[in-house]
């Protein structure tokens, strides 16, 4: 019977052995808040459900240069957070082999609330989103197979996909759900406009008369609380001699889409120089200037524009000061959003964060 108790405690070893091996490591689910009059999120969350694991392998890929062929373009190096995750100062990046980007980098925040992608819209789903600047031969200019293989091969990338999904498989999908659990917690709200609105603060004079002119002169376009309606319009600027970019038109082949970008987000705008899709306007005054100056022609012109935007020297004083307001120094100093291990401390305020097996 001994021989029998023996073989009985090693099975039970080895049950415990492979229940331990195959046992999925604890997650902790980060809940996304939504700030309190913002509309819902159009990111599917059921999909892909935001863990610390997830959020920090994400973070990991956004600043590893070897996304890219030659190693030395991650996706911060286009996205940079003090520039609001946009690219500070020029107006178009630099790519792999000396070369650059066909046009200015967007500021990447609050995109759970974004429908659709790029400056034209050709990408319709966030997850998907990685994918065209890593094989862009004028971006990062690598292979998904090479890029899955340099993951494979670093045993730190796979102990981090086990933590985040559950095992050490590393693909496509998984790479691009994780970037997305990443930039889809960039929330910007918390500027002085928000505070304004929240009753935490108040706008000064200039604040105040900007965004009264502001309500009446821009919001057609810049819809409150994202300050964007998503929407893609011509504005009347001449197409690009070198670049030849037709916007929208290159995604729906229509020729009333000729020249019609996204309405960009005037959150953080004051960081987010130079502006338009090509970077042609280095400041808030540039733009400015273009609308009240402008008598654009054109079939596909927009209308509200189609005789530029009446404003005085006074107004664009007073609409500088308010959409300087904008800027929300909490979102581009958060630690939590820097490269992995720059931060010294959590911020104050804590995801709201609870294990799950």
């Given at each position: 019977?001994?021989?029998?108790?023996?073989?009985?405690?090693?099975?039970?070893?080895?049950?415990?052995?492979?229940?331990?091996?195959?046992?999925?490591?604890?997650?902790?689910?980060?809940?996304?808040?939504?700030?309190?009059?913002?509309?819902?999120?159009?990111?599917?969350?059921?999909?892909?459900?935001?863990?610390?694991?997830?959020?920090?392998?994400?973070?990991?890929?956004?600043?590893?240069?070897?996304?890219s062929?030659?190693?030395?373009?991650?996706?911060?190096?286009?996205h940079?957070?003090?520039?609001?995750?946009?690219?500070?100062?020029?107006?178009?990046?630099?790519g792999?082999?000396?070369?650059?980007?066909?046009?200015?980098?967007?500021?990447?925040?609050?995109?759970?609330?974004?429908?659709?992608?790029?400056?034209d819209?050709?990408?319709?789903?966030?997850?998907?989103?990685?994918?065209?600047p890593?094989?862009?031969?004028?971006?990062?200019?690598?292979?998904?197979?090479?890029?899955?293989?340099?993951?494979?091969?670093?045993?730190?990338?796979?102990?981090?996909?086990?933590?985040?999904?559950?095992d050490?498989?590393?693909?496509?999908?998984?790479?691009?759900?994780?970037?997305?659990?990443?930039?889809?917690?960039?929330?910007?709200?918390?500027?002085?406009?928000?505070?304004?609105?929240?009753?935490?603060?108040?706008?000064?004079?200039?604040?105040?008369?900007?965004?009264?002119?502001f309500?009446?002169k821009?919001?057609?376009?810049?819809t409150?609380?994202?300050?964007?309606?998503?929407?893609?319009?011509?504005i009347?600027?001449?197409?690009?001699?070198?670049?030849?970019?037709?916007?929208?038109?290159?995604?729906?082949?229509?020729?009333?889409?000729?020249?019609?970008?996204?309405?960009?987000?005037?959150?953080?705008?004051?960081?987010?120089?130079?502006?338009?899709?090509?970077g042609?306007?280095?400041?808030?005054?540039?733009?400015?200037?273009?609308?009240?100056h402008?008598?654009?022609?054109?079939?596909?012109?927009?209308?509200?524009?189609?005789?530029?935007?009446?404003l005085?020297?006074?107004?664009?004083?007073?609409?500088?000061?308010?959409?300087?307001?904008?800027t929300?120094?909490?979102?581009?100093?958060?630690?939590?959003?820097?490269?992995?291990?720059?931060?010294?401390?959590?911020?104050?305020?804590?995801?709201?964060?609870?294990?799950?097996?």
């Amino acid at each position: 019977m001994k021989w029998i108790s023996t073989i009985l405690f090693v099975a039970l070893i080895l049950l415990v052995a492979i229940s331990w091996h195959d046992r999925k490591p604890a997650v902790h689910s980060i809940s996304f808040t939504v700030p309190k009059g913002w509309p819902q999120p159009v990111y599917d969350f059921k999909s892909n459900p935001i863990t610390e694991e997830g959020f920090q392998l994400g973070r990991k890929l956004f600043y590893d240069g070897r996304l890219s062929k030659d190693g030395n373009f991650a996706c911060a190096s286009c996205h940079q957070q003090f520039a609001a995750f946009a690219t500070y100062d020029h107006e178009l990046s630099h790519g792999n082999n000396n070369s650059f980007t066909r046009r200015n980098a967007p500021a990447l925040f609050n995109l759970a609330w974004q429908p659709e992608f790029m400056w034209d819209g050709g990408i319709n789903h966030l997850d998907a989103q990685p994918l065209a600047p890593i094989t862009d031969t004028n971006e990062m200019a690598e292979t998904i197979g090479n890029v899955i293989s340099k993951l494979k091969a670093d045993t730190g990338y796979r102990r981090m996909f086990k933590a985040a999904f559950g095992d050490e498989t590393i693909n496509t999908q998984r790479m691009t759900k994780a970037i997305s659990q990443f930039v889809v917690m960039l929330v910007s709200n918390n500027s002085k406009y928000d505070r304004v609105k929240r009753g935490e603060d108040s706008f000064n004079l200039p604040q105040r008369l900007g965004y009264q002119i502001f309500q009446k002169k821009c919001i057609g376009c810049h819809t409150e609380p994202l300050f964007t309606d998503y929407s893609y319009r011509n504005i009347g600027l001449p197409e690009d001699d070198f670049l030849h970019d037709k916007g929208r038109m290159k995604i729906t082949s229509k020729s009333s889409d000729s020249l019609k970008f996204k309405v960009p987000s005037l959150r953080n705008v004051a960081l987010s120089f130079p502006y338009s899709h090509d970077g042609r306007f280095y400041t808030l005054l540039d733009v400015m200037e273009f609308y009240r100056h402008s008598n654009p022609a054109g079939a596909s012109v927009d209308s509200s524009v189609k005789h530029g935007i009446p404003l005085s020297n006074f107004e664009i004083g007073q609409l500088t000061a308010f959409m300087k307001s904008l800027t929300d120094s909490a979102f581009i100093n958060n630690p939590r959003f820097a490269p992995p291990g720059f931060e010294t401390r959590m911020p104050a305020a804590q995801p709201d964060i609870h294990k799950s097996n």
